[in-house]
């Protein structure tokens, strides 16, 4: 009898104990041996889970790690501490850990694979990256062998619904952040989802399955999209590109660089159509062209499908994905579009020649200007700034736009 345990019983850890019991005959037929979900940790001692029956419940970790030899753990308690010293002790045992943490994997995901190796256990994260997008075990089974050099993804259901919802009703960013939470897709802190933590950890964490190695941190900036306002969208939609919160990490020269950021993604790239809640991520390779993965991102149901199916993946696992890219990211050039308002004009415009900016168009509005320039450092500029993901040419503001 395989002897489960769960760290963590509210949203997604929930729905894993529903997601197995759901599944017992299939899991078990896969596994060739029947099992019993035997252990639950949890925080708070006076919630109510007299549902849960043959279970043993404990909030004591010494009570719970001293309870049984477990064969498998989820981990779906979230955030750093506790949640990587139990990670670390099971792995460390040579125990298999399923999570959905992806704050704890970018950034302690280094140590703990090194943990589970030196352990002999298996360390899954698929759910810890776009929900219930298959993308980390395609990466590590199907693909194990495929050099890819670029991976770009909407790694945010939260704001991918904001954005969605001011592009397509024209509301305002602090009208949809208050709605996003009155539906439970943000947190009363937002802070994660809209200055981008959340989707640079799982850019981290993407980067590392795609390029072999774990990028260093440093070189993945990050920024927030409460910047957003509703003229820069207008713009976007006037020139044929949808506002996205983007994650995108390359090789260069055998180092992995990303960026996320607010994005203007031209409407015929895959990304542009990805709307709401849910998830996308596109692979680039010489061999794979570009493949994309889309889905929901996240939701205790989709989570949980993810973890109960990373088990069953490490039983057909071999080992970590061997290729490195060996040719440069798809596109040379990089394009970024800055937000010029009337008072920072002068200034900016002062600035730009100053440091021979290239301005490849601007594009006029009632409220600024929107530039769009090629490979400068824009970031001193201190103006908002989207990267352009997409064809140049399918930009569609030649017919209004002037040349500086
Ligand atoms: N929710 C989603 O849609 C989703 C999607 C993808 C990934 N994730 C990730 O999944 C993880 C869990 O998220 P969630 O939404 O399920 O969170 P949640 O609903 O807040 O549940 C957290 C659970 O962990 C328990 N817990 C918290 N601190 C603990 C501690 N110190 N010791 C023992 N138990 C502790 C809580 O116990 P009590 O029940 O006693 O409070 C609760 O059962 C996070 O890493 C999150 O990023 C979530």
Known sequence: ?????????????????ERLEKSRKTIEKQIDEPFQI????????????????????????????AHQKYDIVFEAIGGIEPAFTYTHYFLDQGIPVISANKKLVAKKGEELEKVATSGGAFYGY????????????????????????????????????????????????ADVLLEAQQLGYAESDPTDDIESFDAWYKLIILSRLCFGKWADPEQISRFGVSEIENWHVEVASDIGCQVKLVGDARLEEGEI???VSPAFVVNDELLASINGVTNGVVIYGEDIHELAFVGPGAGGAATANSMVEDYLFQKRYKGDRVVIAESDSKESASYDV????????????HWAEAHSVNIIESIPHAEGE???????????LHQPVYQLCGDLNQVKSRQHSKVL
């Open 370 to 380: 929107a530039w769009i320039v090629k490979d400068a450092a824009v970031d001193y």
């Open 38 to 65: 035997t252990a639950i940790l949890v925080k708070d001692r006076q919630k109510d889970r007299a549902n849960l029956k043959d279970v043993f419940i404990t909030t004591e970790w010494e009570q719970f790690k």
């Open 338 to 349: 800055v937000f010029v308002n009337q008072a920072s004009y002068g200034e900016c415009l």
């Open 1 to 17: 009898m395989l002897k489960v345990a769960i760290l963590g019983f509210g949203t997604v850890g929930g729905s894993v104990y």
């Open 257 to 259: 660089k990303g960026i």
């Open 126 to 173: 698929e759910a810890a990256v776009a929900g219930a997008v298959p993308i980390v075990n395609a990466l590590r089974g199907t693909l194990a062998t495929t050099a890819i050099n670029q991976v770009r993804g909407i790694l945010n259901g939260t704001t991918n619904y904001m954005l969605t919802e001011m592009i397509q009703k024209g509301r305002s960013f």
